[in-house]
């Protein structure tokens, strides 16, 4: 990097132009930078594609680059730009990739990282992975003000900066749960890596010497050598890893990759690597280069085939009180399984305890795009019934699980929604009976009576109904579900109500000799509602089927349609299949 540079700009005054609304620049240490230098920082630029380059870094910092909203999804990347640790190719290798990230929906961090070649001796080593690693932890600790799922959170890297990403790889923490500034109690372990024709190693054998020299000197010990020998650094717990590299790479050779990649694979960590004739070294975006302009796509197609450009919904689950004791049990169950999809980000919102008063109790429900009630309780204050009834009218999701269906017997909107409820209180003056008869025609029942029973509690079989809608999609005729209890007799205004899937309650186990809802869609003004019956025991809900029916439910209620795929091991009409004991 000894080329003659144009220098447009020495003294530094932030690096944006801020020509796009949504840029930002963040500086990563507010409190202090550790091993601070003195330097000034410069900016040259090249006019032959390379952009601004930017040395003698002062402020580490990121520059925020953000989707159109709708095309964002959960992801985000914080992209190390490479320069021999001499200095960043800002442009090349940060902006315009930041904006071909944003292009496929991704949310965007240019790192401007310390580079160790201005360092002082006893901070050159230490800097940019410092740097680094508070980059995700800041990340991280705003990944909500962001829309950014905490557990997508990437890191790139080219050439110099692949260093740096794969250091930051190997090299993390979960972040110290007793510090006194909270950005330092996340962790900095990315959660995936891209490394673009990356200097791994210090082994003289495949070694890049520019970056080698810069990080640690030309006589380092032993121990800094393998330290920063990224490819003897990698542990199952390395995040998984997409490589890229080029066969005529002179500058760096892609033996680095390779060993990286085969200590991944040695490792069993998810990798992937694409290694192109032709394209040398420093490509950044390649366009007009050949086969290796095919990077990006090669890199979106990684991105989506681990789930990494779904979009990102957030959901809230509601409880605190139930007469379902096991409820601070079955919360983490039902949390688990929208985590599982990787579609949701989970949040708990938790009553204060029976007898206590609910005043000030009220969720920001219009922040999310499903709500899902684990609650059986006292009434909430009015405020908050208001809020949720705006936030269903207006679209929001909704969906209501098992001894949920029993609460709120008084509030008449609540009870629209859910279509139908049971027990406290509940009557013909709450709304008919609705069920099937045997031929499946839709029955409503004015006859007058209590709302809300269950015979003994045991396994029976769920009938599906609307094969066609698309929480539906994919499910058997007849499935075996796990042992549970089966509502009958339940009633309510049941308006704008479809039954989607049954059960008969046979008298032999104390029930109605009818089939019963299992599970009902109900459209509340715009909201989607969804309303499952099952669900009484922590081992009700971990069946397949529950899980696979709540899963889908949450993403139709959220957004209208599903797209995770059907799981290929499903129950049967004859067997039952819990999760955690699938053989
Ligand atoms: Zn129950």
């Known amino acids: 990097m000894n080329h003659k540079f144009l220098i447009i700009l020495l003294a530094y005054c932030g690096l944006a132009s801020m020509s796009r609304a949504q840029e930002m620049i963040i500086p990563l240490y507010p409190e202090g930078i550790p091993c601070a230098n003195e330097l000034e920082m410069e900016i040259v630029e090249r006019y032959n594609g390379a952009g601004r380059l930017v040395r003698k870094v002062h402020q580490p910092e990121i520059q925020v680059f953000t989707p159109a909203p709708s095309i964002k999804n959960g992801s985000a990347v914080i992209i190390c730009p490479g320069g021999g640790y001499t200095i960043l190719a800002w442009d090349k290798e940060g902006v315009k990739i930041a904006e071909w990230f944003n292009s496929i929906g991704v949310t965007a961090f240019v790192l401007k990282y310390r580079l160790p070649h201005w360092e002082s001796e006893t901070c050159k080593d230490k800097v940019a992975l410092s740097d680094a690693q508070r980059a995700i932890r800041l990340v991280r600790s705003r990944a909500r003000e962001w829309n950014i799922a905490s557990d997508r959170i990437g890191i790139m890297g080219f050439s110099a900066g692949g260093h740096l990403a794969s250091t930051a790889s190997t090299h993390f923490d979960e972040g110290d749960p007793n510090a006194t500034l909270s950005v330092e109690k996340y962790s900095c372990r990315p959660d995936f890596s891209i490394l673009m024709y990356p200097v791994i190693s210090m082994d003289t054998t495949i070694y890049h010497r520019g970056s080698r020299v810069n990080l640690i000197g030309k006589n380092p010990e032993p121990e800094k050598e393998l330290y920063f020998s990224n490819e003897k650094q990698v542990t199952p717990e390395t995040p998984p890893t997409l490589l890229i590299h080029a066969n005529d790479d002179r500058g760096v050779i892609p033996e680095n990759s390779v060993q990286y990649y085969l200590a991944l694979r040695r490792n069993k960590v998810p990798a992937a690597m694409h290694i192109f004739e032709k394209g040398g070294h420093g490509f950044g975006l390649a366009a ?58 989970v949040d708990v919102a938790t009553t204060p305890a029976a007898g206590m008063s609910l005043e000030g109790f009220n969720p920001p429900f219009s922040e999310y795009d499903v709500v899902i009630s684990n609650y059986n309780g006292a009434s909430w204050p009015e405020t908050t019934q208001k809020s949720f009834e705006r936030y269903i009218q207006n679209g929001g999701g909704f969906v209501v699980v098992h001894a949920a269906d029993n609460a709120f017997p008084e509030w008449r909107a609540y009870n629209k929604m859910i279509g139908l ?44 109904r ?40 046979s008298p032999e186990q104390n029930g109605t000799g009818r089939h019963e809802p299992m599970v009902m869609s109900i459209h509340y003004g715009l909201g989607r509602v969804l309303h499952t019956t099952l669900g009484h025991f922590n081992e009700s809900m971990l069946c397949v089927g529950f899980a696979t029916l709540f899963k889908r439910a949450a993403e139709w209620a959220a957004t209208g349609e599903v797209t995770q795929a059907f799981p290929s091991d499903f129950p049967t009409q004859d067997e039952v299949l819990i999760i955690g004991e699938e053989e």
Not at 450 to 458: A, M, S
């Open 288 to 345: 007009d280069r050949g086969a290796v302009a095919a990077w990006p796509q090669i890199c979106a197609a990684w991105m989506k085939d681990r789930g990494l450009l779904n979009q990102h919904l957030r959901a809230l689950i509601v409880d605190g009180q139930n007469n379902h004791k096991n409820w601070p049990e079955t919360t983490p169950i039902l949390k688990n399984h929208l985590e599982s999809t990787g579609l949701f980000s």
């Open 466 to 505: 609307q094969p066609e809608h698309p929480i539906m999609k994919g499910f058997p005729t007849k499935w075996l579900h796990t042992n549970d209890e089966l509502y009958d007799l339940m009633r309510g205004p049941a308006e704008n109500m479809e039954i989607l899937a049954s059960a008969y309650s």
């Open 421 to 464: 409820g049971g027990w406290n209180g509940r009557t013909e003056k709450d709304g008919p009976y609705v069920y099937l008869d045997d031929e499946g025609k839709k029955v409503v029942d004015e006859s007058p009576g209590k709302g809300g029973h269950h015979g003994k509690r045991h396994q029976f079989i769920v009938e599906t």
